[in-house]
């Protein structure tokens, strides 16, 4: 089934990159055509589905690079993690996962679950058997006996657990291996933040079990010992990356952030919808210690992902595009910002057709309000969301109305009706 998505502005996802008075042409999952709406609704077929999104910005699906669907972003997510069996706990996480697409999340980063559940969501997805977002999964992250997050279930202790640990993984389908490199925050018995897990050895071991089951390592690091470590050993990401020194304070480091840089292993901060609250908490002098450690690996060319620790308290499943505005606050531009939501994040997660709105990529694309290159608020509340060309949010149930209703397909003339400032319809062939 073919659909014609027209709009104010079609934006590829690339930044600089846009159709004035565009349309977008889907056929089933794939995009076959964008371009000017009179050059591409001539492509479209008799039966292709009019959606005309008048006042609207159509951009590739947002993409958060970092939740954690086990988790439910209350006030005690880790106590209701425990105290939930797998069957309660896997119907949040469809519910959560399904709440991110609803706000334009088209594709989701799972960095931590037990169990191997997200796998079962993520192939229930895919199948088409639950409506809802891609899903790039790790499963249980590595980490020592007693390690960070080794609720989780993911701990090893040496490196033959490493090599079975990543086996199990890779046989139980992960997409990536995740591994927490140095301590962090939620888990009582964890090490320091700034303390390194694992060896300079164990990490080269990770990632070269991981590569040979053709699977990336994104690596939890917040100390700059477990960052330059992570690094060496040739992981993909960088989760937080927040340049602790050992026993406190800051130590960035030029020469591992220049190497980052060349090898295009990306940071994903990781930062929450409430991050304005979070700097405030700090003090004003933290907070701009914090920022200029941020600036400084942009100058040096490090990438960037966003991801938001979904899950954990107060980050909202719903709240990705929220989280965006601290990069503007960062002086990353909004178009560089819509770029590295979408095309930096996919390539990044090595996702070679979504993130960009070209012929042949996947229909994972957005609808909002007016332009978000003017204000990224915009990106809230998008009047239409499509994963693999099923629509999450639109306006299908009349779609289904007027196609078992069949004679309009085929009528000459356009028909169509209009709900508030997006209209749907037939797409009419007289014109072309
Ligand atoms: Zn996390």
């Known amino acids: 089934m073919q659909r014609l998505i027209t709009a104010e502005t079609i934006l590829t996802g690339r930044a600089g990159q846009s159709v004035p008075k565009g ?25 292709a589905v009019l959606h005309e999104y008048a006042g609207h910005t159509v951009l590739p699906g947002l993409i958060n690079c970092h939740v954690h669907l086990a988790l439910d972003a209350s006030s005690e997510p880790l106590q209701h993690y425990l105290d939930s069996d797998d069957t309660d706990l896997l119907l949040a996480m469809v519910g959560r996962a399904q709440a991110a697409a609803r706000s334009g999340v088209t594709t989701l980063r799972d960095l931590g679950d037990r169990n191997g559940l997200v796998f079962h969501l993520r192939d229930a997805i895919e199948h088409g058997a639950l409506a809802g977002p891609r899903i790039v ?21 040496g490196e033959d657990d490493i090599r079975a640990r990543i086996h199990d993984s890779a046989a139980r389908g992960a997409d990536l291996i995740k591994i927490m490199a140095s301590g962090g925050q939620i888990t009582p018995t964890s090490p320091p933040m700034w303390a390194s897990q694992f060896t300079g050895e164990q990490l080269h071991l990770a990632v070269l079990e991981a590569n040979s089951a053709g699977l990336p390592v994104a690596a939890h690091a917040h100390g700059t010992e477990a960052i330059a470590a992570a690094v060496d050993a040739g992981v993909s990401t960088i989760e937080h990356c927040t340049w602790m020194a050992n026993g406190g304070g800051y130590d960035t480091r030029d020469d591992v952030a220049k190497t980052m840089a060349e090898h295009g292993i990306h940071a994903c901060l990781a930062w929450p919808p409430h991050w304005r609250a979070f700097l405030e908490r700090l003090g004003p002098e933290r907070a701009e210690h914090i920022v200029n450690r941020v600036r400084w690996m942009r100058d040096l060319g490090v990438p960037m992902i966003p991801g938001t620790d979904a899950g954990l308290r107060g980050s909202h499943f719903t709240g990705f595009a929220e989280a965006l505005g601290l990069y503007e606050h960062l002086g990353f531009s909004r178009d560089e910002i819509i770029e590295m939501a979408t095309t930096t994040a996919a390539k990044a997660l090595g996702l070679s057709d979504v993130g960009t709105i070209a012929p042949g990529y996947s229909a994972d694309l957005i609808a909002v309000k007016g332009d978000p290159r003017s204000n990224l608020d915009r990106l809230n509340g998008p009047g239409l969301v499509m994963v693999r060309g099923m629509l999450i949010v639109g306006f299908d149930g009349h779609f289904q109305h007027w ?14 009706i209009t709900l508030g400032s997006s209209s749907v319809g037939v797409v009419s062939r007289e014109r072309s």
Request: net charge negative; aromatic share 4%; with cysteine.
């Open 137 to 157: 999964a790790a499963g249980a992250p590595l980490t020592p006996p007693s390690g960070h997050c080794h609720f989780f279930g993911g701990e090893v202790d």
């Open 23 to 47: 349309a977008v042409l889907v056929d089933d999952d794939r995009i076959v055509a964008i371009g000017h709406r009179d050059d591409v609704s001539r492509q479209a077929s008799n039966e």
């Open 403 to 416: 196609e078992t209703s069949g004679s309009v397909v085929g009528h000459a003339g356009s028909v169509s």
